[in-house]
C-alpha cells in the first residue's frame, strides 16, 4: 500500500512533523502514514520497523528545521555524517528505494546547500523542496496534501459507489484534492462547474470576515498596535488562503471565458460594510488587506500568463464603491499605502528591518510565493511579481502624483533599465496593455510615467 514515510529529527521540529502526520492522517488515513513515534508498537524491533514501513512508502517527507544541518552528538561529531544516524540512514534508504524525497522546510530557514552536506547526502539540496511556517500552517498544510494527492495518486483510495458515478465527480466516498477537480474543472469546456466552485469558495471567505472577528472599533496604545495589526494582517492571509489558490490557477490557465468572475471577485469584496460607530482608520484601512491580496494574486498571475489586458481590466476598469456610491478604480481604492501605513508596517514584529515603503510589498511576496507554488515555479514567480508592482505603479503615476513603490524599486534604483527592458513589450503602442486602453493608449504618457517613476524612486531610495 502506498504511503508517506515522516522523517524527522527529536528536537527540531516535531512541532511540523507532529502537524503533518495528523493533517495526513486525516486526509488519507493513519495506516497510510509512517510516523516512528506512533507507528511502531511496543516491543517491535525499531530498526526492522522502519526500514519496512519505509520500503512501503512511496514519498518520504523530510523535515527541515534550524538545527538540521549543524547537530552534533556529545562527542561534537555532525549526526549527518554518522552512518547510524537516523534521519540520514532513512532519506538514503528512500533514494535507494526509489522513493520521492521532498525537504520541508519550517519557519523561513534559508534552502539547503549541497556544500553544508555530506556527500551522501548531496541529493537531498536539488530536491525541489516545501515550506511550513508556524504561523501559516493552514494554508502550508493543504497545500502539502494537495500536491501530494496530485503526485501519488494512489494514496486516495476510492471506495464502492452504489451506482456509477457522473464522469465529472469522484465515487462515494472517494477523496479527492480540491486543487485537483478545480484544475479538471477548467478543462471543461463550459466552465460552469469553475464558476461554481470559486463562489462557493469566496462565499466561505466573506463569512469568516465579519466585524465580530475584525472589529473596525477600539483603541489601542501605540505600542500595542504594531503586535495587533500584524496578527490581524495574518488572520487575513489564512481566511483567504483557498480562494487566493484557486484564484491563482485559475487565472494562470490563462483561460479568458472567467476574466469577469476575477474582477467580480475583487469588487465583491471592497463592498462596503455597515458604518460602525468608532471605528479606527488603522482598521478600516485594514479591512481592505483581503481585497488587496486577491488584486495582487489576478495581477500577478495575469503577468506570468501574458494577460496584460486584464492586468488593465482589473486595477483600472474595476470600482469599489463606497456607501454613499462613490466608485473608486481599484487602482487607486488599493494603492499600498491606503491599506497599511508605511511607517506601521515598518513596524510589525515580523516585518521588521525592511524600508517602511518595502514592508507590505515584502509581506505580499512572501504570502504570493506560498500561493503560487507549483503554479509558477520560483523564478518566473520573482519576475512575475516585480514586473507587476512595476506595471502597477506606473499606471498609478499616470492616474495620480504618487505611486505605491514596493520592493522592486530597490532594484530599479540599482539598475532600472533592466525592469523596464524586460517590460518593454508590455507598454509599447501595439501591446496588449495599451490597446485595452492603459495610459490613453499613448507611448508618450508611458514615457512620462516612467520619468517620475524613477524620480521617486531616487527620493525614496537613494
Known amino acids: 500500500m502506498p504511503g508517506v514515510f515522516v522523517n524527522y529529527r527529536t528536537g527540531d521540529g516535531e512541532w511540523a512533523a507532529a502537524l503533518v502526520k495528523r493533517e495526513l492522517s486525516a486526509r488519507f488515513g493513519a495506516d497510510q502514514v509512517f510516523y516512528a513515534s506512533q507507528s511502531i508498537r511496543l516491543g517491535e524491533d525499531f530498526s526492522r520497523e522502519i526500514l519496512s514501513g519505509l520500503r512501503r512508502c512511496e514519498v518520504l517527507l523530510a523535515l527541515i528545521g534550524p538545527r538540521w544541518v549543524n547537530a552534533v552528538d556529545r562527542e561534537g561529531v555532525h549526526r549527518l555524517d554518522k552512518p ?81 458515478p457522473r464522469p465529472d465527480r469522484p465515487a462515494e466516498g472517494e477523496l479527492r484534492s480540491p486543487i ?63 480562494l487566493l489558490r484557486l484564484v491563482a490557477i485559475g487565472v494562470r490557465s490563462g483561460d479568458r471565458r472567467h476574466d469577469e468572475l476575477w474582477t467580480a471577485l475583487v469588487e465583491r469584496f471592497l463592498r462596503p460594510g455597515p458604518q460602525r ?13 483581503p481585497a488587496l491580496l486577491l488584486t495582487c494574486v489576478i495581477g500577478v498571475a495575469a503577468v506570468a500568463a501574458g494577460r496584460e489586458e486584464l492586468l488593465h481590466r482589473l486595477l483600472c476598469r474595476t470600482s469599489a464603491t463606497s456607501a454613499d456610491g462613490r466608485s473608486t478604480p481599484v487602482l487607486r481604492e488599493l494603492a499600498l499605502r491606503n491599506v497599511v501605513d508605511p511607517r506601521l508596517a515598518a513596524a510589525l514584529p515580523a516585518w521588521g528591518g525592511a524600508p517602511p515603503h518595502q514592508a507590505l510589498s515584502v509581506q505580499l511576496r512572501q504570502v504570493l510565493s506560498r500561493v503560487f507554488f507549483n503554479v509558477v515555479d520560483g523564478a518566473s514567480f520573482d519576475w512575475a511579481f ?70 521617486a524612486t531616487r527620493a525614496r531610495y537613494s
Open 386 to 455: 516585480a514586473d507587476y508592482e512595476f506595471l502597477r505603479s506606473l499606471l498609478e503615476l499616470h492616474d495620480a502624483p504618487f505611486s505605491s513603490l514596493g520592493e522592486f524599486a530597490v532594484r530599479l534604483d540599482h539598475d532600472d533599465s533592466v525592469i523596464y527592458q524586460r517590460n518593454a513589450a508590455r507598454l509599447d503602442a501595439e501591446s496588449a496593455l495599451l490597446r485595452a486602453g492603459a495610459f490613453g493608449g499613448d507611448p508618450g504618457n508611458v514615457a512620462g510615467a516612467w520619468r517620475e517613476l524613477r524620480q
Open 277 to 289: 460607530r468608532g471605528a479606527q482608520d488603522v482598521w478600516v484601512n485594514a479591512s481592505s488587506y
Open 180 to 242: 485537483t477537480e478545480f484544475r479538471q474543472a477548467l478543462s471543461e469546456p463550459l466552465g460552469l462547474s469553475v464558476h461554481e466552485r470559486v463562489q462557493a469558495t469566496a462565499a466561505a471567505a466573506l463569512e469568516l470576515l465579519t466585524e465580530s472577528r475584525y472589529p473596525t472599533s477600539g483603541h489601542l496604545d501605540d505600542s500595542e498596535l504594531p503586535a495587533a495589526l500584524e496578527k490581524r494582517l495574518t488572520a487575513y492571509e489564512h481566511d483567504m488562503a483557498p
Open 84 to 164: 547510524d544516524d537516523w534521519v540520514r540512514r532513512e532519506i538514503l534508504e528512500a533514494f535507494d528505494c526509489g522513493l520521492r524525497v521532498i525537504p520541508v522546510l519550517m519557519d523561513g530557514i534559508d534552502p539547503l546547500r549541497e556544500a553544508d552536506l555530506p556527500d551522501a547526502l548531496k541529493r537531498v539540496a536539488r530536491c525541489q523542496y516545501l515550506r511550513i511556517h508556524h504561523r501559516s500552517d493552514d494554508l502550508d498544510l493543504p497545500r502539502l496534501v494537495d500536491e501530494l494527492v496530485e503526485l501519488v495518486p494512489e494514496l486516495v483510495t476510492p471506495r464502492p459507489a452504489p451506482s456509477a
